[in-house]
């Protein structure tokens, strides 16, 4: 999570570890006149986030949406995720972690959740490297549900996302690219979808491959304080709080996570447009 401070959204959730305003403020400024991207919000616990990994180097987040099913990007599945490569290889079956904050609690046995097979969208990759970049991961057995470990909702309707806050968590890399040992959190606002496709129709300025941006995605920008999603962020949850009903969501599933503050944005699979795909592999399984 290329991050520095901010708190997180949803309070009546305890995700997150809130400062004063001007405390705050004092933070931003000494990181800023030393130059360093550090840190972010330290998530106490986020109960539908989970870790998936392929070995020690490939990390990236995920998103319980029932007793037995995680949501993540289906480019978490790849050791080389770029599509000349994938159309030559199956998804791989990763390691699934539940209820951790801190990458050291892996060599603890009993937060690994068995993963018993994966369901890549059809569609995936299918004329570009971040299309329809979403897979379904199968565990084993039935979760224990309580208050450390919660699914999020699947979305209800096709909901106007354009300026609405949400909150994502992961173990993104910072400024030094190095994953984060502990679990952030950021509440970043969806961008205007139309200025987004535009600036990625011609490439980014930064990483030689972009999103080709459409319908079935929304856009993030960086905060003022040039916090950001970057890689290894992937996966992690766009959770949104309905304000009718208080209900939380997964309005969307971060897909390019390269953005790190250097890119104007980050890219999510927006997860309504999905509702019926992942309903049917749920169901029929």
């Not at 801190?102 to 097979?117: G, S």
């Not at 509440?187 to 011609?202: D, F, G, I, P, R």
């Not at 980050?266 to 795909?277: G, L, R, T």
Request: with cysteine.
């Amino acid at each position: 999570m290329w991050s520095s401070s901010l708190p997180a959204l949803l309070m009546v959730l305890g995700l997150c570890l809130a400062d004063k305003p001007d405390i705050q403020e004092q933070r931003h400024q000494a990181l800023f006149r030393s130059r360093r991207m550090v840190g972010g919000v330290l998530a106490r616990r986020v109960p539908w986030q989970t870790l998936v990994t392929l070995g020690d180097k490939i990390i990236g987040g995920g998103t319980l949406i029932g007793k037995r099913w995680v949501l993540t990007a289906g480019r978490n599945l790849f050791t080389n995720a770029s599509r000349n490569a994938t159309l030559y290889q199956a998804p791989a079956i990763p390691k699934v972690y539940l209820s951790i904050t801190d990458l050291r609690e892996r060599e603890e046995t009993f937060n690994e959740v068995k993963v018993d097979q994966v369901f890549l969208h059809p569609n995936f990759q299918n004329t570009s490297d971040w299309e329809n970049d979403l897979a379904l991961i199968r565990l084993k057995e039935d979760l224990f549900l309580d208050g450390n470990v919660k699914p999020l909702s699947l979305p209800e309707k096709d909901y106007a996302l354009m300026g609405t806050q949400g909150d994502v968590s992961g173990w993104g890399r910072n400024a030094l690219l190095q994953y984060s040992r502990l679990l952030k959190t950021l509440t970043l606002t969806v961008a205007n979808h139309t200025m987004c496709k535009e600036t990625y129709s011609s490439g980014g300025q930064v990483v030689s491959s972009t999103p080709i941006v459409d319908d079935n995605m929304f856009c993030t920008e960086a905060t003022s304080y040039r916090e950001d999603v970057c890689i290894g962020d992937a996966g992690g949850a766009f959770a949104v709080q309905d304000p009718k009903d208080g209900k939380v969501y997964v309005a969307g599933v971060l897909s390019f996570d390269k953005s790190c503050a250097v890119e104007r944005y980050a890219v999510f699979m927006k997860i309504s447009a999905y509702v019926p795909w992942i309903k049917s592999v749920i169901g029929q399984q």
